[in-house]
């Protein structure tokens, strides 16, 4: 089985503060999350920011700033902003980041409600822009896939040229779909021959969700945008505290845990 991404999603748009002190705003905060998910295992830093009062932006100077100082203490590490950004945001601002051309960045595959009133809208036509754009601007989308008609869409659009083989998905499991064996295994079986696959399990699922990846020959998506809990009641310290438990499951099960260098080599990224 090839070596566990981890990938450590460490910031997220709408976990505060008040669900866990630990949570970054600021560029410090963020790169110190980011280091402490690097020095633990991580090798994909799933990448949101923040005002310093923890308002959710895409400004592409506040990403510049956060990828900056990212880099200076991890600087292999492959960072992948989000261009879902938060509910309510144009697709003018979600996009900046992919200006500075990163490596990676998300590319979710759909709408869907997302808690209360809020709606995550991803249209037909938003998709199609964020993909053919990604294309442009060499990033590899990683495809965040919240149901099974995602990964239809992704498809879909991958046969019209707005998406690049080989595919990377992200099963985000507990939002929309449940997080069952079950669903994994039918997500698993619905994307094409050479896709990788990664599944980010919300709230209690993370580390659930966590174990069948690491059996399961997927990757594994850990950190605050999902889970602010190392156990149940346990405030996690820190995102390295999450990627810490995963690299210890992983290694119970036998799984190897990848490098950056073997990161890039199984998501066919160029190598630095
Ligand atoms: N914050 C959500 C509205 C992504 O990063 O691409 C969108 C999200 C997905 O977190
Ligand atoms: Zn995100």
Redesign the pocket.
């Given at each position: 089985m090839e070596k566990l991404i981890i990938t450590a999603?460490i910031c997220?748009?709408?976990v505060t503060k008040e669900d866990n002190p630990a949570v970054p705003y600021t560029v410090e905060e963020i790169q110190r999350e980011a280091k402490s998910a690097y020095d633990a295992g991580a090798s994909i830093i799933?990448l949101?920011v923040r005002e310093d009062d923890g308002t959710?932006t895409q400004d592409k100077g506040r990403f510049k700033d956060c990828i900056d100082a990212i880099k200076e203490v991890c600087p292999d590490v492959i960072i992948q902003p989000?261009?879902?950004?938060?509910?309510g945001m144009t697709d003018l601002e979600r996009l900046q980041p992919t200006e500075l051309h990163p490596e990676m960045a998300?590319?979710?595959c759909g709408t869907l409600n997302?808690g209360g009133d809020e709606v995550?809208t991803n249209t037909e036509n938003t998709i199609k822009n964020f993909g053919k754009i990604m294309i442009e601007r060499g990033v590899k989308p990683e495809i965040?896939v919240f149901d099974k008609g995602m990964v239809d869409l992704a498809i879909r659009y991958h046969k019209q040229g707005f998406i690049k083989a080989p595919m990377h998905f992200d099963f985000?499991l507990g939002v929309q779909m449940a997080a069952s064996a079950r669903d994994v295994a039918f997500m698993v079986d619905s994307i094409p021959a050479g896709s990788t696959w990664t599944v980010a399990g919300v709230g209690r699922h993370q580390f659930p969700m966590a174990a069948l990846a690491i059996v399961m020959g997927g990757h594994s998506r850990v950190g605050f945008?999902d889970n602010v809990y190392l156990e149940k009641g346990v405030l996690a310290k820190s995102n390295g505290e999450l990627v810490q438990k995963v690299v210890e499951m992983a290694k119970l099960l036998g799984r190897e845990i990848a490098t950056p260098a073997e990161a890039r080599e199984i998501l066919s990224l160029k190598p630095l």
């Open positions: 999603a997220g748009a709408e799933h949101h959710p989000s261009t879902g950004g938060a509910v998300t590319l979710d997302f995550f965040e985000v945008e």
